[in-house]
């Protein structure tokens, strides 16, 4: 037995739904190696039949991934692991890697949209299912922490594989009405991961016209950050949308597993009517959807009226994705732009909300302004951040500000009132709270919001 060296790096890198810190002070080789060991004996937990565990291994392109992909794969070698090496890909594209080689699990090093020096690592099980917290994370984090591993196991091996090719074929197959699809789209990959896959991607649809905007892969983000929930993200896609012509903007994240969208004018459509638009195609009597508790009450309320099953969840991918399992849901979505779908994989794909959402306004023939129209029926904030000193003080006060209302605690706080509600959650790893707010009236939407600002600053 022998521990490789001193800890180096932050404990705080583990997070409720992936790994991730500064690189290299909080997280670095040190780190990646020791968590591909834990990671793979926390597998062998679950297959302990197989002598050797297939592990994929994909990473972005951010400049420290080359240097924490290689430690990742020695530690992983050193468990003895077969390891499929994928390359560069998009989150959602190892996920697809993950189920095509029924692999026993896989790592994707990635920060997400997080702009460089930080960057991470993604986790996930046979299927894709992911692990984070209560789902498989403490073990990994103690076991990591520890440091202590078998010195003289036999070494593993390493194939390196290139997915592209079934990885565009998946969506030709998915969407076959596609290819008589005239639609003219404005895409975004914002100097992401998405940058690799796009241009080969739309040559399977070619009637479809693209404006793509950079979609030259730079993880230094030279135009923007890769973030689509902030509304300065999706500028450059409205300044071109706004002239006309359009049918739609479409704006991804940077490690290609969130997609926002902007209608014909310019206008940006928020995560949740997006989700009743999607939701519309795939839920039917019976079925489940899921959703996180920051959505738009309008969100529960067309599940009901197309006879599903609305389940709400924590924020989340692992939360989500652990959901729709045990419901057997059809889809899931989040606020922040990420969509899931049991067609793939229970995991959730930028592309395939692209494709669904352009298949739609085809067969439907509507301009997407048209299609959220009916469904914006609230009036609901963006999520706000407030820096405070102690987050469970500023939640659990202004919990006992609202004695009367429907009251949950299972993300933060959400306080219900037949008019309005909101969700008040602490961030993951910063001094913040963010707050979710949402009224029946213009009026009242602002009077709420001033007084929650106030109680929070108070």
């Not at 924020?315 to 606020?335: C, D, P, S």
């Not at 794909?349 to 669904?356: D, E, G, H, P």
């Amino acid at each position: 037995m022998h521990k490789i060296a001193q800890k180096s790096w932050s404990e705080g890198i583990f997070r409720a739904y992936d790994i991730r810190g500064r690189y290299p002070e909080e997280i670095n080789e040190d780190a990646a190696y020791k968590i591909a060991r834990a990671f793979a004996r926390y597998l062998k937990l679950g297959v302990k039949e197989k002598e050797n565990l297939k592990i994929v291994v994909s990473a972005d392109a951010r400049k420290s991934s080359p240097a924490l992909k290689k430690a990742f794969l020695d530690g992983l070698l050193d468990e003895g692991a077969e390891i499929v090496d994928a390359g560069l890909t998009t989150t959602p594209m190892h996920y697809f890697i993950v189920n095509k080689t029924e692999a026993d699990g896989g790592a994707m090093i990635t920060a997400s949209h997080i702009p460089q020096p930080t960057n991470g690592i993604k986790l996930s099980k046979k299927g894709a299912i992911p692990i984070g917290q209560g789902f498989g994370m403490e073990e990994i984090k103690n076991d990591t922490i520890r440091g202590i591993f078998a010195a003289d196991r036999p070494q593993g091996k390493i194939s390196k594989q290139n997915f592209l090719k079934d990885y565009l074929n998946f969506f030709e197959g998915k969407f076959p009405d596609l290819k008589k699809c005239c639609l003219k789209i404005v895409v975004d990959a914002g100097n992401g991961m998405t940058s690799i896959v796009l241009r080969k991607l739309f040559l399977k649809f070619p009637n479809i016209k693209v404006e793509f905007l950079h979609d030259d892969l730079d993880m230094t983000f030279p135009n923007h950050e890769a973030n689509p929930l902030k509304p300065e993200t999706t500028l450059d896609v409205q300044r071109i949308l706004s002239k006309g012509g359009y049918d739609l903007g479409i704006s991804f994240d940077a490690d290609g597993d969130r997609v926002g969208f902007i209608d014909e004018v310019g206008n940006r459509i928020g995560g949740d009517i997006i989700m009743v638009i999607l939701a519309r195609h795939f839920v039917s009597p019976g079925k489940a959807a899921v959703y996180d508790l920051r959505a738009s009450r309008v969100v529960r309320e067309e599940i009901e009226l197309l006879g599903g099953k609305p389940v709400e969840s924590r924020v989340g991918h692992t939360f989500i994705k652990q959901t729709m399992r045990k419901e057997n849901a059809v889809f899931g979505g989040e606020f922040s732009g990420h969509y899931y779908f049991q067609g793939f994989f229970f995991a959730e794909s930028a592309l395939f909300a692209m494709f669904q959402l352009l298949n739609i306004i085809f067969v439907e023939k509507q301009k997407i302004s048209g299609l959220a129209r009916p469904h914006l029926r609230y009036f609901k904030s963006e999520e706000i951040n407030f820096e405070v000193d102690d987050r469970e003080k500023i939640i659990d006060k202004i919990a006992s500000y609202f004695p009367d209302a429907k009251i949950s605690y299972l993300d933060g706080i959400k306080i219900e009132y037949p008019n309005w509600w909101f969700n008040l959650r602490p961030a993951a790893n910063e001094n913040l709270v963010r707050l979710n707010l949402e009224a029946s009236t213009p009026q009242l939407f602002s009077e709420k919001k001033k007084l929650l600002s106030e109680l929070i600053n108070a």
